[in-house]
């Protein structure tokens, strides 16, 4: 059985970076980020990639976005926020050579943390068949090792199923074609490949926010 250490799979899997205390800006090099998005232009995890959030230190719930954006000198140009507050950093090589100083706006009342994660380029909604999440689970793998570093792939637990984000702290059920049921607590669920079976289908409630691994032998 694989096992992984605790800096190893907070490497990994959701990278947090302490800042300073309520803060309202936080402040990268594009280079930093660029060593963790090249894994994005890799191939043999198309339907993956690396994504960048900020959480709330005490919640854990992800925090609002409210500006993000690069500059250098004269040089100045805002970044894409997505509906669920992921900062789409560009990946360009010509941005790496420049190195432009990278800002993220929060919430003044709070502290956020960076995280980054690996998740699936879409959301899942409605009826997700057992080879729709079976596809994942090797590119979630291989990214997971890549960002690990040379010897990762010993000690990287796998990839079990997926973890389920699902927005407004959604409480309710998901409904598998055997009959089973599992619920959503607070807009968060974890289910396996076994869970669904092959050639079975699992049917959500609603559209996800975010589509993360799920390793149960992490711990």
């Given at each position: ?71 250098k000198e004269e040089h100045y140009e805002e970044l894409t926020i997505s509906p669920y507050n992921e900062v ?38 409605g009826e997700v068949s057992y080879d729709d999440v079976k596809v994942l689970l090797p590119q979630m793998q ?62 959500l409630p609603a559209e996800t926010a975010r589509v993360l691994p799920y390793l149960p032998k992490a711990n």
């Amino acid at each position: 059985m694989k096992k992984l250490s605790l800096a190893l799979l907070t490497a990994a899997v959701g990278i947090t970076a302490a800042m300073p205390s309520y803060a309202q800006e936080y402040m990268f090099t594009y280079s930093k980020l660029f060593s963790h998005m090249k894994q994005n232009a890799k191939e043999g995890h198309d339907d993956v990639k690396v994504g960048f959030f900020f959480l709330n230190a005490n919640t854990k719930q992800l925090c609002n976005i409210e500006k993000a954006w690069m500059e250098k000198e004269e040089h100045y140009e805002e970044l894409t926020i997505s509906p669920y507050n992921e900062v789409i950093v560009p990946l360009d090589n010509n941005l790496r050579s420049a190195n432009p100083l990278v800002f993220v706006r929060t919430p003044m009342d709070m502290r956020c943390d960076f995280s980054m994660v690996v998740m699936t380029k879409e959301p899942m909604n409605g009826e997700v068949s057992y080879d729709d999440v079976k596809v994942l689970l090797p590119q979630m793998q291989v990214i997971l090792e890549q960002l690990g570093g040379m010897f990762a792939s010993w000690f990287t637990p796998d990839v079990e199923g997926v973890t389920l984000e699902f927005p407004n702290k959604l409480n309710s059920t998901i409904q598998f074609s055997n009959g089973t049921t599992k619920p959503i607590v607070d807009g968060k669920a974890q289910v396996s490949l076994a869970e669904i079976g092959e050639g079975g289908t699992m049917t959500l409630p609603a559209e996800t926010a975010r589509v993360l691994p799920y390793l149960p032998k992490a711990n």
